[in-house]
C-alpha cells in the first residue's frame, strides 16, 4: 500500500514564498505529482516529478528526492488566489491510480 | 478541446433511491479514474477503468456501488439504494495512459435527504 504525509495547513503573507512537504512510502514509485483545489473546485493538475530534482513552472516549483522519498512544492510571490488546499499523489507503479494526502489547507493574508 | 466533463454538477437523492454520475474524458484519453471527497478530507480512489475494463477497483465499497465505462458513451458511476454517508463530492479524472498525468472534471455533488 501507499501512505503519504504532508501538513494539514500552512499560513504565510501575501509575496512570501511557501513550501509544503509530501512524504511518501510506496511498494514501488512511479513519480509524485502535485494538485491545487480551491474550496467547491476541481483538483488541478500543477506538478509532475519522476525524477531527482527541481521542476519549475512560473511561480511554482517541485522538487523531489527519491532516496528520501520527499519532495515539495514551493510557491512564490504568493497571492491571495493560491490560498487552496494542494495535494500530493504517487503512483506506486505503472497500472496503478493515482493517490492522494489529506492535503495542505494554504490560507495567504495581506 | 474540452476538460473532463461530470454531469450532473449536483444531484439530491432520497435515501433508498439510484445515483447514475456521468463522465466523460478529454479527447484522447482512455484512462478513467473515479475519487470520493468528504469536506474537508483528500480524495479517496475508488475505481479505475479503461474503455470497457476494470482495472482496479480495490476502493470501490463492495455493495451498491458498481461503474462502468463502455466502448461508446461516457464512464458511468451508479450508487444504488443510497444512504445518508453517500453524500459526497465524486470527481472523475482521465489521462491519456496509465502513467501520464491526470485531469479532473468539476465532480458531482451528491446530497442523499
Known amino acids: 500500500g501507499q501512505s503519504l504525509e504532508q501538513p494539514s495547513e500552512v499560513t504565510a503573507v501575501e509575496g512570501a514564498i511557501v513550501q509544503i512537504n509530501c512524504t511518501y512510502q510506496?511498494?514501488?514509485?512511479?513519480?509524485l505529482s502535485w494538485y491545487q483545489q480551491h474550496d467547491g473546485g476541481a483538483p488541478t493538475f500543477l506538478s509532475y516529478?519522476?525524477?531527482?530534482g527541481l521542476e519549475e513552472t512560473g511561480r511554482f516549483s517541485s522538487f523531489l528526492s527519491r532516496s528520501d522519498s520527499y519532495g515539495y512544492l514551493l510557491l512564490q510571490e504568493l497571492q491571495m488566489k493560491d490560498s487552496a488546499s494542494y495535494f500530493c499523489?504517487?503512483?506506486?507503479?505503472?497500472?496503478?491510480?493515482?493517490?492522494f494526502g489529506k492535503g495542505t489547507r494554504l490560507s495567504v493574508i495581506a | 478541446n474540452a476538460g473532463v466533463m461530470q454531469n450532473p454538477r449536483h444531484l439530491v437523492r432520497r435515501r433508498g433511491q439510484e445515483a447514475r454520475l456521468r463522465c466523460s474524458p478529454m479527447?484522447?484519453?482512455?484512462?478513467v479514474y473515479w475519487y470520493r471527497q468528504l469536506p474537508e478530507e483528500g480524495l479517496k480512489f475508488m475505481v479505475y477503468?479503461?474503455?470497457?475494463?476494470?482495472?482496479?477497483e480495490s476502493g470501490m465499497p463492495k455493495e451498491r456501488f458498481s461503474a462502468e465505462f463502455p466502448k461508446e458513451g461516457p464512464s458511468i458511476l451508479r450508487i444504488q439504494q443510497v444512504v445518508r454517508g453517500d453524500s459526497a463530492a465524486y470527481f472523475c479524472?482521465?489521462?491519456?495512459?496509465?502513467?501520464?498525468?491526470?485531469?479532473f472534471g468539476q465532480g458531482t455533488r451528491l446530497t442523499v435527504v
Open positions: 479524472a482521465s489521462s491519456r495512459s496509465k502513467n501520464t498525468e491526470a485531469f
Open positions: 510506496t511498494s514501488g514509485f512511479y513519480g
Open positions: 516529478n519522476a525524477l531527482d
Open positions: 499523489a504517487v503512483r506506486d507503479k505503472g497500472n496503478t491510480p493515482l493517490v
Open positions: 479527447k484522447g484519453h482512455s484512462h
Open positions: 477503468l479503461q474503455k470497457e475494463n476494470i482495472i482496479d
